[in-house]
């Protein structure tokens, strides 16, 4: 123990004598090392960030999306929205699916105080918010208790609100929606725009949008379609059964079951970001050749200490151990440099314009990223420290002294 | 038993043309706990080789080193180091600190190759011991501010820190003026003897070796006992060789005061026996 402490402090004691020396030597490490975190770092964000939003846009990992469009064939018409929900029911509840969802868009007729506007409604059932990594900003989200409320719950984004003359979720603003039998709807949540100059939209309880749809409507919008958060193992398994299942229910529709998620994708091109970690990791061999060069010339002019330190009872591996430290210890002093400096960096990196919509959730600087770079500085200083100490421990404790 | 005991050590090195230079020649030495030992030799004599094998930085070509009753020989080369550290103190002619540290650094230094008590409380032990040399106000000042003496001091602190068994100074005073050089083996005697430890002083200077209670002489690499009283010392030359020029054969007139000299390129250089005392055999001819 004391051997290791000690080791470490007469390495530190090194390093703070010749701060200068150190310092030429580790400017190239510690750049390489910030590199190389910061590009780390910067992937494994961005994957994150357009993981999420491809969670956002497309549900988790496995979402299957079951859709029936009547053929058209044999004069089929497209089913009532009641046989859709009787169907997709079973299926949810044949398959003991635990997060479903029932999707339909419409437009609604909405009466703003400066005028009728079509507002584009999504409808959903609670479970799609989790699916798909949704959360409101302010009030909340729907619960299964909303299905009995005579005034439908929205949920609506912040250019609603605005249209609404700016009013806050806490104040439970309604807004009456619909044309020859309108019903007055409650706002209960709200989230922020998808972009600048958003139009104003709103999530609804599919169940509710009854109220506004039309067979127009549906004609243009198409069916009710269902959403299955299901294990990503049985994803290929249960789309063939659920296409069947609902293909046999549904009479003169045509079927389709697919799996909606996307594998995750790197927004940073896989190749740029090796050759930049490629150029890394030869900006840090250089500065490792860098550390080895100026050690070695230490070494040599260190060679009188390195006996004074022999004639104190230090043994010929405590001279490699101490030697090789100096240098490791120099290198994680630089590798702390370089991850703080990317840290700082990427912490104020503007991924709303790299991304080019709002991210909501930013993701912390990630751990592996400067384990990355600690591992990098540290390797680098044992690689740098390994040939000096070979030729310490080469010294003649006798001529050292004399020399 | 005695502290350290050498039996028929010698030392030889191959030379480039494969000629074999003997350094030491049978050497039969024993030093006590808490005794005070001085040997004298010219230049190239091999004084500071005995030194090495005395403080564990060399190994005696044949015959054995016993050391508080182990044989060193049986020692791998880290329990060496450890005996070294623990039961060594080094004092050296041109002092040898650590440059760019103070000296409380300097005296800390040995420490951290320490344990326990010793490595914990490094800082504390070495400000102590600068406290007993008289360094106290000097903390935090680097060797380079400091005179010669106060660097000697700081060099007796640093080898006295960790209490060790033997104290071995190369030509202590040798890069001192006569009072300083005076004062400094003062000290070392006070704070050696204090200590319990053996003083073992290699010298030129028949003054500084008068106040061990032992003198030895090395020439040829064979060690005498002699005595040199306070009232004689005063040159090497004074005991026999006159003009202090060294009369064996490729002697090198210019090395005389020189330090090191048990290199392969002086060993050679082999002055003849000194004083040789209650008559003993080597250079009897030539005592004063």
Known sequence: MTGIVGSVLEAWDELRVHKVRVLLALVGVAVAVCAITAISAAGEMLRQVSAEQNDRWNGRAATLQVSAWPTGEGGSVMPAPEEYEQVFDEIVERYSVGYSSMLRNAPAPVRFPEGTREVYTTGVEPDWATMHRFEVTSGRWFTDADADRLSPALVVNQAFLDALGGVSVAEHPTVTIGGDNPVVATVVGAYPDAWPQAEPEAYVLVGAQAAWVTPESLEMTGPPSLELWVPEELADDLVGLVQRDVAGALSGVQADVFRFDSPDYASVDGAIRLVVLGVSVIALLLGGLGLVNIALVTVRYRIREIGIRRSFGASSGRVFFSVMMESVVATTVAGVLGVTVAVVALHNLPLDALMGYPVQDRPGFPLSAAVTGMVAAVGIGALAGLLPALVAVRVKVIDAIRY | M????????????????????????????????????????????????????????????????????????????????????????????????????????????????????????????????????????????????????????????????????????????????????????????????????????????????????????????????????????GSLGALGAPGGQPSGPGADPGAAGHPAESGDDQAEHVARPLVPAHGAAPGEGDAA
């Open chain 2, 2 to 233: 005695s502290l350290l005991e050498l039996s028929g050590v010698t030392r030889s090195v191959v030379l480039p043309d494969d000629r074999t230079l003997e350094i030491l020649r049978g050497i039969d030495l024993t030093v006590d706990a808490g005794e005070h030992v001085s040997i004298v030799g010219r230049s190239g004599t091999g004084k500071s080789t005995l030194l090495n094998i005395l403080g564990l930085l060399d190994a005696p070509t044949s015959g054995e080193y016993v050391l508080d009753g182990v044989p060193i020989g049986r020692l791998s080369g880290r329990a060496r180091a450890r005996r070294r550290g623990t039961d060594f103190g080094f004092v050296f002619q041109q002092f040898n600190l650590l440059q760019g540290r103070t000296a409380l650094e300097n005296v800390v230094a040995p420490l951290l190759y320490a344990r326990g008590r010793q490595f914990w409380q490094r800082r504390t032990l070495a400000a102590e011991m600068l406290e007993r040399v008289g360094l106290g106000d000097r903390l935090d000042t680097r060797p380079e501010k400091l005179s010669g003496g106060e660097q000697q001091r700081v060099a007796i602190a640093r080898a006295l820190v960790r209490v060790p068994r033997v104290i071995l100074a190369d030509e202590p005073t040798g890069a001192l003026d006569v009072d300083t050089g005076s004062e400094v083996m003062d000290l070392l005697d006070t704070i050696a003897r204090e200590n319990g430890s053996a003083l073992i002083a290699i010298t030129h200077d028949l003054a500084v070796a008068s106040r061990a209670a032992r003198q030895f002489r090395l020439a040829e690499g064979v060690l005498t006992p002699i005595a040199i009283s306070a009232r004689s010392a």
